[in-house]
């Protein structure tokens, strides 16, 4: 058998990223999802793939992600919790802030007609203890906010530099010391799986979507060896890797506008579909690809290493 991955979809809409960049043109809720979620939806099918999707619920209640998860759903993809107003701020929130975002995104993705979801990845990576039990007594399974790298306060800077005025950015995204997170499966003392977004092995640098695009834009072949390489060392370290898209894998600058900012925006939208299909396929040629929840009831089975939320 191959060893497992993973392919989650965080869907992020327009207006999330122009609110957390610090653009007032978000209060107008601009959504690009009419165009990201059929094409993404596409792309799975083609690569027979069964995914997770984290929804938004303010985006749940409106009629364009009411009929994303809709879409989602039957296509057979699993809808996970990705908070009510997706503020990568989150940690700031109180313990009772925190748990009126997971009560009101569950309440939004169950009317839209989604099965109550057991998974749950914070905003911006964003994580607490206090969000660590408040999940734990609702009874989800897995958390994924994790992203185990030492790039956050470079992408912090990064999207400071051309922000305008925002809640979050003094500590948007992390700090360094997110690097010493495992890059595999564990589970929280209170029992909850985390399965992290995974990062290169090794070098620890992210591999999702945002990344490659970037790097596709200065070498399609510089992108493509990036991401070959991660799979090796992913199998040599045995790692099983935890996939990240977001629908910006698949736009044209045209369809999301205002996200100039955005990296990997200038590419042209054939040629992110194109590199998105490689991925994929690249990735289930060497591993048997399912959705988080599907990832997580895999390796819910074995010895995992505990750690404390508060310690860590």
């Known amino acids: ?18 609110k957390t960049h610090g653009d007032p043109t978000w209060e107008q809720r601009p959504s690009f999802l009419t165009s990201a979620v059929p094409r993404l939806l596409d792309v ?55 748990e009126a975002e997971v009560v009101r995104a569950e309440d939004a993705i169950t009317a839209a007609g989604a099965p109550r979801p057991v998974g749950f990845r914070g905003p911006g990576y964003s994580v607490t203890p206090q969000l660590l039990d408040v999940l734990a007594r609702r009874g989800y399974r897995y958390d994924a906010s994790v992203l185990p790298t030492w790039i956050g306060p470079l992408a912090r800077a990064y999207h400071n530099r051309t922000a305008g005025s925002t809640d979050g950015g003094a500590d948007l995204f992390g700090g360094f010391g997110r690097v010493k997170a495992p890059n595999t499966a564990y589970r929280w003392r209170d029992g909850l799986v985390e399965l992290p977004v995974t990062t290169m092995p090794l070098l620890r640098v992210p591999i999702h979507g945002a990344y490659l695009l970037q790097l596709h834009r200065i070498s399609p072949r510089l992108a493509r060896g990036y991401f070959r390489t991660a799979l090796r060392l992913c199998r040599a370290r045995n790692v099983s890797p935890s996939l990240l898209l977001h629908p910006t ?30 991925v994929l396929s690249l990735l289930r040629r060497h591993f048997d690809v399912v959705g988080t929840g599907a990832h997580v009831d895999r390796v819910a089975g074995s010895v995992l290493r505990e750690r404390d939320p508060v310690t860590c």
Request: charged share 20%; no cysteine; hydrophobic share 50%.
């Open 1 to 18: 058998m191959k060893p497992v991955a993973s392919v989650s979809l965080d869907l992020d809409n327009l207006w999330a990223y122009l």
């Open 44 to 98: 799975f099918g083609e690569q027979d793939l069964t995914t997770t999707v984290f929804v938004v619920g303010a985006d749940a209640e409106r009629d364009d992600g009411a009929a994303a998860v809709a879409a989602i759903t039957a296509a057979g993809h699993e809808v996970a919790n990705h908070s009510f107003g997706h503020e990568p701020w989150l940690h700031r929130y109180s313990a009772a802030e925190q």
């Open 249 to 278: 894998d698949v736009l044209t600058a045209a369809e999301a506008p205002g996200m100039e900012f955005f990296p990997g925006m200038a590419v042209p939208g054939s040629e992110k579909v194109a590199l998105l299909e490689w």
